[in-house]
Protein backbone atom coordinates (compact mmCIF):
# COMPACT_ATOMS: atom_id res chain seq x y z
CA UNK A 1 0.00 0.00 0.00
CA UNK A 2 1.14 3.43 -1.35
CA UNK A 3 -0.13 6.44 1.02
CA UNK A 4 1.19 10.17 1.02
CA UNK A 5 0.94 12.38 3.60
CA UNK A 6 0.51 16.36 2.98
CA UNK A 7 0.77 19.15 5.23
CA UNK A 8 1.44 23.05 4.57
CA UNK A 9 4.40 23.87 6.01
CA UNK A 10 7.61 21.90 6.96
CA UNK A 11 8.90 23.48 11.08
CA UNK A 12 10.15 21.96 14.34
CA UNK A 13 6.55 22.08 15.71
CA UNK A 14 4.49 19.54 17.05
CA UNK A 15 2.56 18.17 14.01
CA UNK A 16 5.37 17.19 12.12
CA UNK A 17 6.99 16.03 15.27
CA UNK A 18 4.49 13.83 15.91
CA UNK A 19 4.25 12.82 12.48
CA UNK A 20 8.12 11.65 12.40
CA UNK A 21 7.22 9.43 15.43
CA UNK A 22 4.24 7.95 13.95
CA UNK A 23 6.11 6.54 11.00
CA UNK A 24 9.20 5.42 12.77
CA UNK A 25 8.57 2.01 13.40
CA UNK A 26 6.26 1.41 10.63
CA UNK A 27 5.29 -1.57 9.16
CA UNK A 28 8.05 -1.51 6.34
CA UNK A 29 5.14 -3.05 3.80
CA UNK A 30 3.60 -0.16 3.72
CA UNK A 31 5.09 2.59 1.81
CA UNK A 32 4.42 5.80 3.42
CA UNK A 33 5.91 9.58 1.48
CA UNK A 34 5.29 13.12 3.12
CA UNK A 35 4.14 15.76 0.92
CA UNK A 36 5.05 19.91 2.04
CA UNK A 37 3.84 23.01 0.09
CA UNK A 38 7.14 24.70 1.68
CA UNK A 39 10.08 24.05 4.28
CA UNK A 40 10.56 27.02 6.91
CA UNK A 41 13.25 24.36 8.61
CA UNK A 42 11.92 21.45 9.74
CA UNK A 43 13.23 18.88 7.04
CA UNK A 44 15.85 17.77 9.83
CA UNK A 45 12.94 15.84 11.77
CA UNK A 46 12.51 14.02 8.86
CA UNK A 47 16.33 12.38 9.32
CA UNK A 48 16.30 9.08 8.75
CA UNK A 49 12.74 8.44 7.20
CA UNK A 50 12.47 5.57 4.83
CA UNK A 51 10.14 6.97 2.24
CA UNK A 52 10.55 9.75 -0.04
CA UNK A 53 9.84 13.49 1.67
CA UNK A 54 8.63 16.26 -0.83
CA UNK A 55 8.77 19.91 -0.87
CA UNK A 56 7.02 21.59 -3.91
CA UNK A 57 4.10 24.45 -4.02
CA UNK A 58 3.58 24.15 -7.98
CA UNK A 59 0.36 22.25 -8.58
CA UNK A 60 1.41 20.63 -11.73
CA UNK A 61 4.12 19.07 -10.14
CA UNK A 62 1.88 17.97 -6.93
CA UNK A 63 0.00 16.07 -9.77
CA UNK A 64 3.09 15.09 -11.28
CA UNK A 65 4.30 13.53 -7.64
CA UNK A 66 0.52 11.92 -7.07
CA UNK A 67 0.01 10.96 -10.61
CA UNK A 68 3.57 8.99 -11.07
CA UNK A 69 3.59 7.36 -7.57
CA UNK A 70 -0.03 5.90 -8.03
CA UNK A 71 -0.93 6.39 -4.21
CA UNK A 72 -3.75 4.47 -2.80
CA UNK A 73 -4.17 7.22 -0.05
CA UNK A 74 -3.52 10.72 -0.01
CA UNK A 75 -3.87 12.16 3.81
CA UNK A 76 -4.47 16.05 4.18
CA UNK A 77 -3.64 17.66 7.48
CA UNK A 78 -5.72 20.76 8.86
CA UNK A 79 -5.65 21.76 4.82
CA UNK A 80 -7.52 21.85 1.55
CA UNK A 81 -4.55 22.71 -0.72
CA UNK A 82 -3.96 19.00 -1.82
CA UNK A 83 -7.89 18.65 -1.74
CA UNK A 84 -7.99 21.03 -5.03
CA UNK A 85 -4.87 19.09 -6.60
CA UNK A 86 -6.65 16.04 -6.21
CA UNK A 87 -10.01 17.21 -7.36
CA UNK A 88 -8.25 18.55 -10.96
CA UNK A 89 -6.14 15.68 -11.26
CA UNK A 90 -9.68 13.32 -10.95
CA UNK A 91 -7.25 11.39 -8.36
CA UNK A 92 -9.73 7.63 -7.80
CA UNK A 93 -7.90 6.41 -4.31
CA UNK A 94 -9.04 7.43 -1.08
CA UNK A 95 -8.71 10.53 0.82
CA UNK A 96 -7.94 11.17 4.23
CA UNK A 97 -8.22 14.41 6.18
CA UNK A 98 -5.91 14.46 9.22
CA UNK A 99 -7.79 18.11 11.80
CA UNK A 100 -5.60 18.84 15.03
CA UNK A 101 -6.36 22.60 15.26
CA UNK A 102 -8.64 23.71 17.54
CA UNK A 103 -8.80 26.89 16.68
CA UNK A 104 -11.67 27.99 15.68
CA UNK A 105 -10.32 30.14 12.54
CA UNK A 106 -8.62 27.42 11.80
CA UNK A 107 -11.71 24.90 11.39
CA UNK A 108 -13.30 26.96 9.30
CA UNK A 109 -12.09 25.11 6.03
CA UNK A 110 -14.09 22.09 6.99
CA UNK A 111 -16.76 24.07 5.43
CA UNK A 112 -15.59 24.00 2.07
CA UNK A 113 -17.02 21.78 -0.52
CA UNK A 114 -14.02 19.75 -0.94
CA UNK A 115 -14.27 18.01 2.09
CA UNK A 116 -16.99 16.12 0.79
CA UNK A 117 -14.62 14.99 -1.47
CA UNK A 118 -13.01 12.96 1.88
CA UNK A 119 -13.68 9.71 2.61
CA UNK A 120 -12.16 9.46 6.51
CA UNK A 121 -11.37 11.81 9.29
CA UNK A 122 -8.26 11.14 11.86
CA UNK A 123 -8.27 13.20 15.08
CA UNK A 124 -5.77 13.23 17.93
CA UNK A 125 -8.66 12.49 20.92
CA UNK A 126 -11.87 11.95 21.58
CA UNK A 127 -12.59 15.21 22.68
CA UNK A 128 -11.44 16.54 18.64
CA UNK A 129 -13.51 13.51 17.51
CA UNK A 130 -16.53 14.96 19.00
CA UNK A 131 -15.68 18.63 18.04
CA UNK A 132 -15.64 17.44 14.32
CA UNK A 133 -18.16 15.68 14.25
CA UNK A 134 -20.19 18.27 14.71
CA UNK A 135 -19.47 20.06 11.48
CA UNK A 136 -18.51 16.31 9.31
CA UNK A 137 -21.34 13.82 11.21
CA UNK A 138 -21.31 11.26 7.84
CA UNK A 139 -18.15 10.98 7.73
CA UNK A 140 -15.86 8.34 9.35
CA UNK A 141 -14.14 9.93 12.18
CA UNK A 142 -10.49 7.57 13.79
CA UNK A 143 -8.68 8.49 16.89
CA UNK A 144 -5.30 8.04 16.58
CA UNK A 145 -2.87 10.08 19.17
CA UNK A 146 0.29 11.49 19.09
CA UNK A 147 3.59 9.34 19.29
CA UNK A 148 6.52 9.76 21.45
CA UNK A 149 10.73 8.86 20.95
CA UNK A 150 10.74 7.31 23.76
CA UNK A 151 14.39 6.99 22.55
CA UNK A 152 14.57 11.13 23.23
CA UNK A 153 12.76 11.31 26.16
CA UNK A 154 13.07 9.67 29.54
CA UNK A 155 14.00 10.53 33.09
CA UNK A 156 17.83 11.78 33.08
CA UNK A 157 19.82 12.64 36.51
CA UNK A 158 20.19 16.29 36.47
CA UNK A 159 23.64 17.66 36.34
CA UNK A 160 23.00 20.12 38.57
CA UNK A 161 21.29 19.86 41.86
CA UNK A 162 18.57 22.53 42.20
CA UNK A 163 17.95 24.04 45.40
CA UNK A 164 14.44 25.53 44.78
CA UNK A 165 11.39 23.21 43.19
CA UNK A 166 11.15 24.17 39.39
CA UNK A 167 7.51 25.00 38.41
CA UNK A 168 7.72 24.78 34.31
CA UNK A 169 5.60 25.90 31.61
CA UNK A 170 6.55 24.83 28.13
CA UNK A 171 4.94 26.74 25.28
CA UNK A 172 4.60 29.47 22.69
CA UNK A 173 3.92 32.92 24.04
CA UNK A 174 0.63 33.76 22.65
CA UNK A 175 -3.26 34.06 24.20
CA UNK A 176 -4.16 30.22 23.27
CA UNK A 177 -0.84 29.01 25.84
CA UNK A 178 -2.56 31.49 28.03
CA UNK A 179 1.15 32.02 29.24
CA UNK A 180 -0.61 35.80 31.99
CA UNK A 181 -2.25 32.85 33.96
CA UNK A 182 0.89 30.78 34.63
CA UNK A 183 2.25 34.27 35.30
CA UNK A 184 -0.68 34.64 37.95
CA UNK A 185 -0.61 31.20 39.15
CA UNK A 186 3.48 31.89 39.82
CA UNK A 187 2.77 34.99 41.61
CA UNK A 188 0.51 33.57 44.38
CA UNK A 189 2.34 30.82 44.63
CA UNK A 190 5.41 32.54 45.26
CA UNK A 191 3.71 34.27 48.21
CA UNK A 192 2.82 30.75 49.87
CA UNK A 193 6.21 29.45 49.10
CA UNK A 194 9.48 31.04 48.22
CA UNK A 195 11.08 28.12 47.49
CA UNK A 196 9.99 27.48 44.36
CA UNK A 197 11.39 28.91 41.28
CA UNK A 198 8.96 29.53 37.82
CA UNK A 199 10.95 28.40 34.59
CA UNK A 200 9.14 29.12 31.12
CA UNK A 201 10.38 27.31 27.54
CA UNK A 202 9.77 28.67 24.53
CA UNK A 203 8.45 31.82 23.12
CA UNK A 204 11.47 32.67 20.34
CA UNK A 205 9.59 33.32 17.42
CA UNK A 206 6.11 34.60 19.20
CA UNK A 207 4.83 37.58 18.44
CA UNK A 208 7.31 40.97 19.59
CA UNK A 209 4.24 42.71 20.51
CA UNK A 210 3.25 39.32 22.70
CA UNK A 211 6.73 39.05 23.85
CA UNK A 212 6.51 42.79 25.27
CA UNK A 213 3.45 42.14 27.23
CA UNK A 214 4.60 38.67 28.77
CA UNK A 215 7.92 40.61 29.93
CA UNK A 216 6.11 43.32 31.00
CA UNK A 217 3.74 41.41 33.18
CA UNK A 218 6.77 39.77 34.94
CA UNK A 219 7.89 43.05 36.57
CA UNK A 220 4.33 43.85 37.23
CA UNK A 221 3.66 40.45 39.10
CA UNK A 222 7.12 40.71 40.86
CA UNK A 223 8.28 37.61 39.25
CA UNK A 224 11.83 39.02 37.79
CA UNK A 225 13.95 37.77 40.89
CA UNK A 226 11.95 33.76 41.01
CA UNK A 227 11.41 33.47 36.85
CA UNK A 228 13.62 31.93 34.46
CA UNK A 229 12.50 32.67 30.66
CA UNK A 230 14.14 29.89 28.31
CA UNK A 231 13.09 31.25 24.80
CA UNK A 232 14.58 27.93 22.83
CA UNK A 233 15.62 24.54 23.75
CA UNK A 234 16.07 22.06 20.66
CA UNK A 235 13.87 18.99 20.48
CA UNK A 236 16.80 16.44 22.03
CA UNK A 237 17.13 18.37 24.89
CA UNK A 238 13.81 19.27 26.73
CA UNK A 239 14.45 16.39 28.35
CA UNK A 240 16.58 17.64 30.30
CA UNK A 241 14.43 20.71 31.20
CA UNK A 242 11.38 17.89 32.51
CA UNK A 243 14.04 16.11 34.02
CA UNK A 244 15.41 19.24 35.83
CA UNK A 245 11.69 19.76 37.09
CA UNK A 246 11.34 15.94 38.62
CA UNK A 247 14.39 15.60 40.18
CA UNK A 248 13.93 19.21 42.29
CA UNK A 249 10.48 17.77 43.23
CA UNK A 250 8.69 20.13 40.99
CA UNK A 251 6.16 19.85 38.56
CA UNK A 252 5.38 20.83 34.84
CA UNK A 253 1.96 23.20 34.57
CA UNK A 254 0.02 23.44 31.53
CA UNK A 255 -2.38 26.85 31.30
CA UNK A 256 -3.59 26.05 27.76
CA UNK A 257 -7.00 27.73 26.76
CA UNK A 258 -7.84 24.76 24.54
CA UNK A 259 -5.97 21.68 22.83
CA UNK A 260 -6.80 18.58 20.44
CA UNK A 261 -3.87 16.60 22.41
CA UNK A 262 -0.93 17.69 24.99
CA UNK A 263 2.26 16.68 23.52
CA UNK A 264 4.00 18.35 26.56
CA UNK A 265 1.70 16.87 28.69
CA UNK A 266 2.94 13.17 27.59
CA UNK A 267 6.25 14.54 27.47
CA UNK A 268 6.66 15.49 31.00
CA UNK A 269 4.44 12.20 31.96
CA UNK A 270 7.37 9.73 30.34
CA UNK A 271 10.36 12.00 31.98
CA UNK A 272 8.50 11.16 35.66
CA UNK A 273 7.99 14.91 35.91
CA UNK A 274 4.43 15.57 37.88
CA UNK A 275 1.69 17.58 36.08
CA UNK A 276 -0.95 19.99 36.22
CA UNK A 277 -3.59 21.00 33.68
CA UNK A 278 -6.37 23.91 32.84
CA UNK A 279 -9.65 20.54 32.50
CA UNK A 280 -10.15 21.88 28.74
CA UNK A 281 -9.94 20.11 25.79
CA UNK A 282 -7.89 16.23 25.48
CA UNK A 283 -6.17 17.50 28.41
CA UNK A 284 -8.70 15.70 30.67
CA UNK A 285 -8.72 12.29 29.02
CA UNK A 286 -4.75 12.32 29.49
CA UNK A 287 -4.64 13.66 33.23
CA UNK A 288 -7.25 11.55 35.26
CA UNK A 289 -7.26 8.29 37.05
CA UNK A 290 -4.69 9.05 38.87
CA UNK A 291 -1.85 10.53 36.46
CA UNK A 292 -1.87 13.89 37.63
CA UNK A 293 -4.15 16.96 38.81
CA UNK A 294 -6.74 18.19 36.91
CA UNK A 295 -8.56 20.94 37.65
CA UNK A 296 -11.06 23.99 36.20
CA UNK A 297 -10.11 27.56 36.43
CA UNK A 298 -6.59 26.85 37.95
CA UNK A 299 -6.30 30.19 39.34
CA UNK A 300 -9.28 29.17 42.20
CA UNK A 301 -6.99 26.33 43.60
CA UNK A 302 -3.27 27.64 44.27
CA UNK A 303 -4.32 26.03 47.58
CA UNK A 304 -4.65 22.69 45.61
CA UNK A 305 -1.69 23.08 43.48
CA UNK A 306 0.68 24.23 46.38
CA UNK A 307 -0.33 20.27 47.81
CA UNK A 308 -0.06 18.46 44.86
CA UNK A 309 3.42 20.07 44.26
CA UNK A 310 4.76 19.69 47.71
CA UNK A 311 3.36 16.06 48.14
CA UNK A 312 6.24 14.15 49.79
CA UNK A 313 5.46 10.65 47.95
CA UNK A 314 3.81 10.88 44.08
CA UNK A 315 5.52 7.47 42.69
CA UNK A 316 2.54 5.56 42.47
CA UNK A 317 1.11 8.97 40.39
CA UNK A 318 4.37 9.26 38.31
CA UNK A 319 4.26 5.04 37.41
CA UNK A 320 0.65 5.31 36.38
CA UNK A 321 1.69 8.75 34.37
CA UNK A 322 4.76 6.97 32.67
CA UNK A 323 2.72 3.32 32.39
CA UNK A 324 -0.47 5.43 30.37
CA UNK A 325 1.97 7.18 28.11
CA UNK A 326 4.40 3.83 27.38
CA UNK A 327 1.10 1.74 26.67
CA UNK A 328 -0.67 4.15 24.59
CA UNK A 329 1.83 6.59 22.97
CA UNK A 330 4.89 5.11 21.89
CA UNK A 331 6.24 5.27 18.38
CA UNK A 332 5.47 1.42 17.83
CA UNK A 333 1.57 1.27 19.56
CA UNK A 334 0.98 4.45 17.37
CA UNK A 335 2.04 2.90 14.40
CA UNK A 336 -0.14 -0.12 14.50
CA UNK A 337 -3.07 1.77 15.39
CA UNK A 338 -2.25 3.54 12.08
CA UNK A 339 -1.79 0.80 9.86
CA UNK A 340 -5.21 -0.60 11.39
CA UNK A 341 -6.70 2.76 10.14
CA UNK A 342 -5.56 2.14 6.40
CA UNK A 343 -6.42 -1.58 6.21
CA UNK A 344 -9.99 -0.60 7.17
CA UNK A 345 -10.22 2.33 4.54
CA UNK A 346 -8.82 0.30 2.26
CA UNK A 347 -9.98 -3.17 2.84
CA UNK A 348 -12.81 -2.59 5.39
CA UNK A 349 -10.86 -4.46 7.71
CA UNK A 350 -12.03 -3.62 11.19
CA UNK A 351 -9.87 -2.73 13.95
Not at 65 to 72: A, E, F, L, R
Not at 97 to 121: C, M, P, Q, R
Not at 198 to 207: A, I, T, Y
Not at 225 to 254: F, H, T
Request: proline share 2%.
Amino acid sequence: MKVLISYLFSTKGGVETALANRLRMINPDYEVDLHFFADYGGMSIFDGFNGSVFVESNQNNVKSIIDSNGYDIVISIDSIDILKILREANYSGKIGLEVHTTYAEGLTYLKSSLVHDIDFVIVPSVYQKTLIQSVLSDIKIYVLGNAINDNIFYIKDSKWQQKKKIVLWVGRIDPHKNWKLFLKIASKLYVKNSDYYFWVVGGLKSDPLEIDKFEKTIYELNLEKCLRWIPQVDYQNIREIYSMAANSGGCYISTSQNESFGMTIIEAMICRCPVIVNCVGALSELVQDGRGLCLDNLEDHIDEIKNFIDMSDKQTLLNNAMNYVNDNYSCRSIGQKFIHILNEVIYNQAQ
